[in-house]
């Protein structure tokens, strides 16, 4: 599975800005796809969502920021709307697919700035 993530960018506070990635390869290996921030000695989960549709979201982004997903034939792409954004959302934001057996795989950061 390869990862190819895109969107970041430098913003306002109060600004959107919304990241794509899109997984390719054996993707009907996938389950879960998400996107984590980096954080001190781990990555933090942000939002994920399964292949069925359910969402699950870090508290500090609920009500803030909306993960979507895209299941095309050759390519399934995952979507991160990010509203109201706040300084503190200042990271780099990695995007990851997991299998049912726990295997991740990730793309490459894209570093998220808001400036206040």
């Known amino acids: 599975v390869q990862l190819q993530a895109s969107g970041g960018g430098l913003v306002q506070a109060g600004g959107s800005l919304r990241l794509s990635c899109a997984a390719s390869?054996?993707?009907?290996?996938?389950?879960?796809m998400g996107w984590y921030r980096q954080a001190p000695g781990d990555r933090a989960m942000v939002a994920v969502i399964t292949r069925g549709g359910r969402t699950n979201y870090a508290d500090s982004v609920k009500g803030r920021f909306t993960i979507s997903r895209d299941n095309a034939e050759t390519v399934e792409t995952v979507y991160l709307q990010m509203n109201n954004l706040k300084p503190e959302d200042t990271d780099v934001y990695y995007c990851?697919?997991?299998?049912?057996?726990?295997?991740?795989?990730w793309g490459q950061g894209t570093q998220v700035t808001v400036s206040s």
């Open positions: 990851n697919a997991k299998t049912p057996s726990g295997r991740d795989f």
């Open positions: 390869g054996s993707i009907s290996s996938i389950n879960n």
